[in-house]
């Protein structure tokens, strides 16, 4: 039985092992190659040619939606299983269609993890039920609505998206900083570049908007 070859993209070391030791754990992967940057994933894309491309979005040098639609731009048809922790539905929309494959929480890589590797591998789109369903509802609701000028989708990029999301969970800027990668005062810069698009002056403001086109849930 030929295996699924497997590139982990992920910038934290120890859930690397982990998911190396998971996947490695079952005669039906190997993992050949690890990433911790939107870059190197992209080149070991191009010179290991894995079966499958299991990558976070939230990584130094490039995120994992920019480095989904690069690889898309230069033609590799690598399946991609995106696992990360945010679970709002805009930021599931945007990332399938910049050309992934399948969605899957981190909370749940124990139990759905290798479900979703192999259904992706044998080319369908896979999301767990509970983000289908709610996609489902929320494309019901809104499937005649006009886009909505002041929504995050618009008036941000996804790396300010990114900040944002930490900031209304409450981190500091070095704790942003350093689970992005960043620098403290780039961090800040993208504070205060956020404030001012979004025309907020608090950072209960910050909260509220958050809240309200659900990039954070209470």
Known sequence: MNKIRIVLADDHAVL?????SLLNSSPQFEVIGEAENG???INM??????????????MPDMNGI???????????NCPILVLTMYDDEEYITEV?????????????????????????????????ESLSQSLLNRI?????????????????????????????HGHTNSEIANMLSLSPKTVDTYRSR?????????????????????LVTI
């Open 39 to 41: 870059l190197q994933a």
């Open 45 to 58: 894309v191009e010179t290991l040619k894995p079966t499958v491309l299991l990558l976070d979005l939230s």
């Open 140 to 168: 019901q609701h809104t499937l005649t609505d006009a886009p909505d000028h002041q929504s995050p989708y618009v008036l941000l990029s996804t790396r300010e998206r990114e900040v944002l999301r930490f900031l209304a």
């Open 16 to 20: 690397r092992s982990g998911l190396k």
């Open 66 to 76: 920019d480095c989904i639609k690069e690889i898309r731009s230069r033609g590799l």
């Open 194 to 214: 956020i404030m001012n698009k979004l025309n907020l002056h608090k950072k209960s403001d910050l909260v509220n908007y958050a809240i309200q086109w659900h």
């Open 96 to 128: 399938m269609r910049s050309g992934a494959n399948g969605y899957v929480l981190k909370k749940s890589a124990d139990t759905e993890l290798m479900e979703c590797i192999i259904k992706i591998h044998t080319g369908q789109k896979y999301l767990n």
